[in-house]
């Protein structure tokens, strides 16, 4: 079975900073879709970035970033300049192809400080 | 365009009493999900629906069945609800493979057993 595990229960940086969140995954599967989700105060369920297994270069948008090593199974997201909106739950979430279920890890809380 | 759509947003059930968390999604997915979301558990797959007329365990299936009633539809039954039951409820949608693929979110329903 694939887990996904987030080490990071918590983390804290001031604004304008960079911060990276990690991301493991276990999976004997070759071609799968890695997710980072962000869920702020409000409770709803942002999608950040999409990372398809089978693509080397890593995924990017805006100031979000994700580093892919497939062979390490790590999928960190690194989110540049930080602002107090990115104050949030982050959550790493996997998905194998021709599969239904994603699995999500347990999620990291950021705080941005001012 | 709604999205998913859950409902209720909140409610408080007494050990025992029987409930139906409902869901529906516009966007023509065949996938369909159930999590709950604990403090320090992240999300876990409770049960999810590949297409019309199947269901599949998650990892949290016990307490719970599942009806998915048509493509719009996948509802949530908790037959005698039990105080460990407390959480936040979120059903999902997304369609099954594909470049663009991601799971959307519904706002999530509060539940309270006391």
């Known amino acids: 079975a694939q887990t996904v595990t987030q080490s990071q229960p918590e983390m804290s940086v001031q604004d304008a900073e960079t911060v990276t969140l990690s991301c493991t995954y276990d999976?004997?599967?070759?071609?799968?879709?890695l997710f980072w989700y962000k869920q702020p105060p409000s409770r709803q369920m942002i999608l950040v970035i999409r990372?398809?297994?089978?693509?080397?270069q890593n995924a990017t948008e805006n100031r979000f970033s994700v580093n892919f090593q497939k062979a390490a199974k790590s999928f960190s997201l690194k989110i540049s300049d930080s602002q107090l909106g990115d104050t949030a739950m982050y959550f790493c979430?996997?998905?194998?192809?021709?599969?239904?279920?994603?699995?999500f890890g347990k999620g990291t809380r950021l705080h941005i400080l001012p | 365009n709604a999205g998913v759509t859950q409902t209720p947003k909140f409610q408080v059930l007494k050990t025992g009493q029987s409930m139906t968390l409902q869901c529906a999604q516009d966007?023509?997915?065949?996938?369909m999900y159930w999590y709950r979301q604990d403090p320090g558990m992240g999300l876990r797959l409770i049960y999810y629906?590949?297409?019309?007329?199947?269901?599949d365990k998650g990892e949290v299936p016990n307490g719970y069945n599942v009806s998915r009633l048509n493509k719009r539809e996948f509802s949530l039954r908790l037959e005698s609800a039990a105080p460990s039951q407390t959480s936040v409820y979120f059903c999902?949608?997304?369609?099954?493979?594909?470049?663009?693929?991601?799971?959307?979110f519904g706002q999530g329903t509060r539940l309270t057993v006391v």
């Open positions: 999976t004997s599967e070759n071609n799968y879709y």
């Open positions: 999902a949608s997304s369609e099954r493979q594909g470049p663009n693929t991601e799971a959307f």
């Open positions: 990372q398809e297994a089978y693509k080397q």
């Open positions: 966007m023509n997915h065949n996938s």
């Open positions: 629906s590949a297409s019309e007329g199947t269901t």
């Open positions: 979430a996997f998905m194998k192809y021709r599969d239904d279920k994603i699995i």
